[in-house]
């Protein structure tokens, strides 16, 4: 049985907050950042305020007597959280500083991939902006698109991919303009062919236990159309990959890293999300690690998946050593729809009225569920939207086309409330 602190408020945190809450082996829930959506699945508020240090956060699950952290985001995990919480005994499914790099910085990453012999699109490093347009040019005159990423941290904005030279300019204002500090450092890719999905796992103990795949829309608009966004919707099962997809991105890449971690002496508990480009003759190639779930990733994992996220979380950090029941591992045909405010992503232009939405919209429902982000607490039982990425409307069905057109019916009903949001009308139309 365990008390458990979850780092986050978004709807990745959302998600998982409602699917430990199933787990008969919970017996607490705190969460923070407090997340005006979820006051129905928590114990109380843990009253830290929304600037509380990683020492602060350790003292009170030392006072609450938390059993573990699990922590959703990529930010606290960059800045040493486990780090801390370990220093005071305290559990944490999140990497340390060290392992977190994997997201942090995408040439830390680049250089582990090489080392491990994964598969992944050939990179330059660049440190200006002078030199990240030649090479950037230099690729687009082959003839080939070319790819550009910030290495730091850019809350899923900080990669472009482009095709002619004045996407190049956009690119190299939206890196040096808008996010400098990610981009301290810029990776210069080559374009990798192949359709685009994600696979997730978690890890510990010298274990781990795969969540299986999704595919994740990140453009804005419908046909994949307009700039990139952290995800506009997503779908799980991914049924044109090959029937061993799952063995080989084990043996071709995940197993490779853990290996090559521990060789250079990094552990890493915590999750793992694995970006993938899948060609139909090379098979996987990686985009990107991440040291979180995906959003909205998160969101129809948590629904699509039957088994008992806490137990396996608590079993990799060693805390539950119970044979874990084993129901079927197949993941429920399941389809998110994402629905933003109207500057999204880069806050341009006007972000629209915001809306109340009442709580009773975020009530456990048969087949359907929604999850928030960037909300806050409004009167009469209601939360207000804020700006971003802020609902997620997740459906699960017999198969993916009536999983799609239940989550859009969910979409409708939130439309009710906030008419002045954007969403894309095409999640889960190209799954075969």
Known sequence: MAKILLIGNGAREHAIAWKIKASPLLTGLWMWPDHPACSSLINTPTNLGPTATHTEIADFCKMTKIDAVIVGPEQPLSTGLANILENFGIPCFGPQQDGAQ???????????????????????????????????????????????????????????????????????????????????????????????????????????????????????????????????????????????????????????????????????????????????????????????????????????????????????????SEPLESPNEDLKPTAGVVMSSLDYPYGEGKPGRSAELPLELFAHQRNRQVFAASVKFAENHTVETGKGRVITCVATAEDLDTAAQRAYHLVETVQEFWPDSHFREDIAQNHK
């Open 102 to 320: 994997l997201e942090s910085s995408k040439s830390f990453a680049k250089d582990i991939m090489t080392d491990a012999k994964i598969p992944t699109a050939f990179s330059r490093e660049v440190k200006t902006e002078t030199q990240c347009r030649k090479e950037a040019i230099a690729i687009l005159k082959t003839g080939k698109p070319v790819v550009l990423k910030a290495s730091g941290l850019a809350g899923g904005k900080g990669v472009f991919v482009c095709f002619e030279e004045d996407e190049v300019e956009v690119a190299l204002i939206r890196l040096y303009e808008n996010m400098s500090e990610a981009a301290e450092t810029v990776l210069v890719e080559d374009f990798l062919e192949g359709r685009e999905c994600s696979f997730f796992c978690l890890i510990g103990k010298d274990s781990y236990t795969p969540l299986g795949f999704a595919v994740d829309y990140k453009r804005l608009q419908n046909g994949d159309e307009g700039p990139n966004t952290g995800g506009m919707g997503s779908y799980t099962p991914v049924s044109w990959l090959p029937a061993d997809a799952q063995k080989r991105v084990l043996a071709e890449v995940v197993e490779p890293l853990l290996k090559t971690l521990k060789y250079k002496a990094i552990p890493y508990t915590g999750f793992l999300y694995v970006g993938l480009m899948w060609h139909p003759k090379i098979g996987p190639q990686v985009v990107e690690f991440n040291c979180r779930l995906g959003d909205p990733e998160a969101q129809i994992l948590a629904v699509a998946d039957q088994r008992d996220w806490l137990a396996m979380i608590l079993k990799h950090l060693g805390l539950h």
